[in-house]
């Protein structure tokens, strides 16, 4: 099974509102990213956090990670029409070959 | 913009026929990848390559195949593609197993 399982599947929400999106994942990992594909198109990255951060900050974006729970959150403040996509978390494990595995994403819709 | 390139961007194909979709990426990456994903659903990862001649199976079966014989090429063959097969393909390269990956604008195979 996939290692990252985002929450919720789908968001909807007005625009300037903010939207937050979780992660969870199984195993150690070395780092979590997260992810943004717009219909149809391929993916761009966002934003990495390691295993040994707990926040981190990007513009409108703020992560947290929390390695005994096992969980990430993403963080959009002050919504735009333009952040209307779906969101991946993507995991970097410890064990195994080094590649990423991504979770299952969420739906966001911002509502104008 | 990521310097990762797909061709086609759109494939409609009859049942049987041979099939190679090209990626090349211009950033020197040794590592690149390829996923398989259904409209709003999750990537799977089908094949990945940790540099030149070096491939390996995802975590998906898959029934293409990959070759790597240069740094910034790394095409896929369907050697008889089959309505099964239609799908989003998504090609990535990265510098590291775990570091940023940089994704191409995939190629939407549909096999009729």
């Known amino acids: 099974s996939q290692q990252g399982e985002e929450d919720p599947q789908a968001l909807s929400i007005q625009e300037g509102e903010n939207a937050t999106m979780n992660c969870s994942y199984k195993?150690?990992?070395?780092?979590l990213q997260w992810y943004r594909q717009n219909s149809g198109r391929g993916l761009v990255h966002l934003i990495l956090?390691?295993?040994?951060?707990r926040e981190k900050h990007s513009g409108r974006l703020r992560v947290t990670l929390d390695t005994s729970k096992k969980s990430s959150s993403l963080l959009i403040t002050a919504s735009r029409a333009a952040d209307t996509a779906s969101y991946f978390c993507?995991?970097?494990?410890?064990?195994?070959?080094?590649?990423?595995?991504f979770g299952q994403g969420t739906r966001l819709t911002i509502n104008p | 913009e990521a310097d990762i390139y797909q061709t086609p961007r759109y494939l409609v194909i009859g049942t049987g026929k041979k099939i190679t979709l090209e990626c090349s990426q211009t950033?020197?990456?040794?590592?690149m990848y390829w996923y398989q994903q259904d409209p709003g659903m999750e990537l799977h990862l089908i094949h990945y390559?940790?540099?030149?001649?070096?491939?390996e199976k995802g975590d998906l079966s898959s029934e293409s195949t990959v070759s790597r014989i240069r740094t910034e090429h790394f095409p896929l063959t369907l050697e008889s593609a089959r309505p099964s097969h239609t799908s989003q393909y998504l090609c990535?390269?990265?510098?590291?197993?775990?570091?940023?990956?940089?994704f191409g604008q995939g190629t939407r195979l549909t096999v009729v």
């Open positions: 990535a390269s990265s510098s590291g197993g775990l570091a940023e990956a940089f």
């Open positions: 195993t150690s990992i070395n780092n």
């Open positions: 956090i390691r295993s040994n951060e």
């Open positions: 993507a995991t970097g494990r410890i064990q195994g070959a080094q590649k990423l595995v």
């Open positions: 950033m020197g990456h040794d590592k």
């Open positions: 390559s940790y540099g030149v001649n070096s491939t």
